[in-house]
């Protein structure tokens, strides 16, 4: 049995962090929350919330405090800049005695990500997961209100992962050994078309969705109406119209990693089927 470790958890408010949290949780360790305003963190009891800013490292000090293992974003602050701080966290995270580090990897280069391989004083993992099926709750509106879903490129396919597989594999890489210096692709079990996606929470909410395609041009004003910029629109274009080939192929990280399956978008739907009911 893994004995009982003391995590770190920093992006904890977000879609993945608390994933990671609550896995951590479940599975008996000790769990410290970072983030910038405690007031507004929103944990279960056994949480340790503790206040600190990635982009002023030397804030991070107390949170580190016997702790073992680190997750890490790539992004801090008000406006989700991307992290320059990553030597100096890592310089705190060893003198600390962290023995573990796991980075959630942005979607792209980074200089904390960088910081993270280059560091050879701890076992790091890079945790790499294609589409979130969180991306659904987009949805909800529309689906509420008009029993609809507008999306582009309908036949594109997507291996999403539930972000809860996330949590799981993070937990596991940040508490027992074998995953130092490896890079994880987290996928889900299945290829799924934006068709296949709507069945699946028109089955969970027990009512009918209907599936609008639109054109590349309609997509990006409907973007940019619900106040999407340019940058985003720009790599949602790429992303849905071409999507890389790591995005639409099933790999068994989970798995291996966690010795169970990989849930399935109908599993995640059947969860979430509340935020689809008006």
Known sequence: MTQTQNILVTGATGTVGRQIVAELLTRGHRVRALTRDAAKADFP????VV???LTDPDTLAAALEGVTGLHLITFGGAFF???????RILELARAAGVRRVTVLHGGGPSLLEDAVRADDGVDWTVLMPVEFMANALEWAEGIVTRDEVREPFVNRLSAMVHEGDIGAVAAVALTEEGHAG?????TGPELLTVGDKVAAVANARGRAVSLVELTEEQAVDQWRAAGHPEDVIGFLIEAYGNT?????????????VTGRPARSFGQWSAEHAAAFTA
């Open 51 to 53: 206040e600190g800013d």
């Open 244 to 256: 890389p080939e790591v995005g639409r192929t099933v790999i068994d990280t989970v798995e291996k």
């Open 81 to 87: 800049a991307p992290l320059e701080t990553g030597p």
């Open 45 to 48: 009891d056994g949480v340790e």
């Open 182 to 186: 490896q890079e994880y692709v987290i």
